[in-house]
């Protein structure tokens, strides 16, 4: 654990998990711009690096090393922030994982599912509550389109996106009239690490052209800022994400397998 957010309260305060990389990292740069106090996390030593960029927005910053796919983790996290209130969860690490379900060993993908839904559904549950005590705060939940369709060879990934994508709806209307705002950030394939990290490099999608995550974070943080209770990131995704509400889920499945199969990226 490193850095120190310096005055506390005198500045609002935004906690973002996934930050060392990809959109998180733009969404804590987005918000330090913005003057907000950062406590970001990843479950890697990048953080640090990316810490002394954040640094330079000018504002307090904390970065933790933890790992959210864990109760322990998200409690090392929670407890960092030291009972100062958080006014933005960025809810944004998450973990793909590629190739057939079936031969994918389970400590893979129960790390996906531990990861992209309990340590995110738990960390959530943490914050909104002070959120609610107190009547205000934003919560920006990392859906994604791939939510909207059976994902074959990404079946683990889609289904928890899918989850997460459901989820911000109904905690966003529980919340109805709380002062607490939740919206679904919905990106496409965008520029990360996720592919290598998935083992998808050898994939259609894993090898073609791919959002900006600077573009895609601002997305987010401006539909986060006005309120929306979700947001598509990009024109090809919006209509991506319109097919898919039209479209029977065995045809979905089919396209998607065309996409994320194994060696397709030859095709």
């Known amino acids: 654990m490193t850095g120190n957010l310096g005055g506390a309260g005198d500045r609002p305060f935004a906690v973002v998990t996934g930050a060392s990389t990809g959109i998180g990292y733009e969404l804590a740069l987005l918000a330090g711009r913005k003057g907000y106090d950062l406590l970001v996390a990843a479950d890697e030593d990048e953080i640090e690096q990316a810490a002394v960029d954040f640094h330079g927005t000018g504002v307090g910053v904390q970065s933790v090393v933890a790992d959210l796919a864990t109760f322990e983790g998200v409690e090392k ?120 990290r998935a083992d998808m490099l050898d994939t259609k999608v894993g090898s073609e052209e791919k959002a900006d995550p600077a573009k895609v974070a601002k997305d987010g943080f401006d539909a986060l800022m006005a309120g929306r209770g979700s947001v598509v990131s990009g024109w090809q995704n919006k209509l991506q994400a319109a097919i898919s509400h039209i479209t029977p889920d065995d045809t979905l499945a089919e396209m998607h397998r065309k996409m994320a199969a194994p060696g397709t990226a030859e095709e």
């Not at 790390?111 to 609610?132: F, K, P, S, W």
């Not at 989820?167 to 950030?185: D, I, M, N, Q, W």
């Open 77 to 196: 996290l929670f407890g960092s922030a030291q009972g100062r209130p958080v006014d933005l969860l960025f809810a944004n690490a998450g973990r793909g994982l590629g190739k057939s379900f079936l031969d994918q060993a389970v400590e893979d993908w129960r790390r996906v599912v531990d990861t992209n839904v309990t340590g995110t559904i738990y960390l959530i549950q943490r914050i909104a509550r002070d959120m609610r005590a107190r009547g205000s705060g934003k919560i920006l939940i990392t859906g994604s389109i791939a939510g909207l369709m059976p994902g074959t060879f990404q079946a683990v990934y889609n289904g928890t996106k899918a989850f997460l994508d459901s989820f911000s709806f109904a905690l966003r209307h529980e919340l109805k009239g709380s002062g607490v705002g939740v919206t679904c950030l919905m990106p496409g394939a965008t520029e990360t690490d996720f592919f290598e």
